[in-house]
């Protein structure tokens, strides 16, 4: 315990090198980031949502099971209040990106308070970076499809509805807003939030470690600190899900954006 | 929920509607946006001509200008 304790107290304040945690596969090896935690993590996230999609649905009952009954809300919430709502009638076509997305994200978030674990892979711009791009490249490819053509669907997405001669002026910033920040945004905010999340949880438990072996007399602070902890982890659970939907609901948002006709 | 039919008409109720999202992140970024593209080609005129940031501040004021018309014909009425 008290090795334990002076171990963690020596990493206070947390840092960024916090986020890379030692290697699996080689085992130990230093400087190699090709199969950590985060790696394992991500790859039993995938296989999680499959198996437990493949068994909840492998034989269906009219009246559902509670994996089925589990499995069919989670699919008619994201299809019900995200894809239909944001998207309208079309967005049933949607609905099955949309509801792998929600998982993924929300399954990977959650593993940063499941307790032993309590590291998102999402806390890494990476995966969020590739999550948007995909989300990007979809909309875009949507957009071209719908509109008949890139510069057709160019030419709705740039030109708002307005006289020719603030165009000019407009134009820059329509692009820049849809095809720039759009990606941007989705990727950071999905990942400050879970970098943010593990960061506060790391300062609360570690500052108690550092608390106790700096003064024993420090102790009830630390107590309180550890306590905090457990509080933000409640906290950190709303901020999972709320981010889950956020991007979600974001990248519907966008389909719907490429979707629109003139309006 | 899946047997449930999607509301064939998602936004004619009058219940509560639905988190827009979608347009509230749409209104920042134009702001945002119009403030970073016009202010950024301003830095760009100032540091071309030799000023020291005059054009910034118009292109800043200008795309700002820009983003929330921008907003009023996208997102207004």
């Given at each position: ?263 | ?34 403030m970073?593209?016009w202010g950024?080609i301003g830095w760009?005129v100032d540091?071309?001509?030799?000023t020291?940031g005059i054009f910034a501040g118009i292109g800043a004021v200008v795309g700002i200008a ?12």
């Amino acid at each position: 315990m008290i090795g334990q304790s002076t171990v963690l107290a020596a990493e206070f304040p947390p840092s960024v090198e916090d986020f890379y945690l030692p290697s699996i596969l080689p085992w130990g090896a230093h400087d190699s980031y090709w199969f950590t935690k985060i790696t394992l993590l991500v790859w039993v996230a995938v296989a999680l949502i499959i198996i437990f999609f493949l068994v909840s649905y492998r034989k269906p009952q009219l009246v559902p099971t509670k994996k089925q009954w589990l499995a069919e809300s989670l699919y008619g919430f994201v299809r019900n209040n995200i894809a239909v709502e944001m998207i309208g009638a079309r967005g049933v076509a949607f609905a099955p990106y949309l509801t792998t997305l929600f998982c993924f994200i929300l399954l990977n978030n959650l593993f940063s308070i499941v307790p032993l674990i309590q590291i998102s892979p999402n806390s890494h711009i990476a995966f969020p970076a590739i999550l948007a791009v995909i989300s990007y490249v979809m909309f875009i490819y949507v957009g071209i499809r719908h509109h008949g053509g890139f510069f057709k669907y160019m030419k709705a997405a740039l030109i708002p509805p307005a006289p020719w001669f603030i165009l000019p002026l407009l134009i820059p910033i329509e692009f820049f807003s849809n095809f720039m920040v759009r990606p941007f945004s989705l990727a950071v905010r999905l990942f400050a939030n879970m970098f943010a999340g593990h960061m506060l949880l790391l300062v609360f438990t570690l500052g108690g470690f550092a608390m106790v072996s700096a003064n024993v007399w420090f102790t009830p602070f630390s107590i309180v600190s550890w306590i905090m902890t457990i509080a933000l982890t409640f906290l950190e659970f709303l901020v999972i899900v709320l981010q889950a939907y956020v991007f979600t609901v974001l990248t519907a948002s966008y389909v719907q954006g490429a979707l629109a006709d003139e309006h | 929920m899946t047997g449930q039919e999607p509301p064939s008409n998602p936004h004619g109720d009058d219940g509560q509607n639905p988190p827009d999202t979608g347009q509230g992140m749409t209104a920042v970024s134009y702001l945002l946006g119009g403030m970073l593209v016009w202010g950024g080609i301003g830095w760009l005129v100032d540091h071309y001509v030799g000023t020291k940031g005059i054009f910034a501040g118009i292109g800043a004021v200008v795309g700002i200008a820009g983003g929330v018309y921008l907003i009023v014909r996208r997102l207004g009425a």
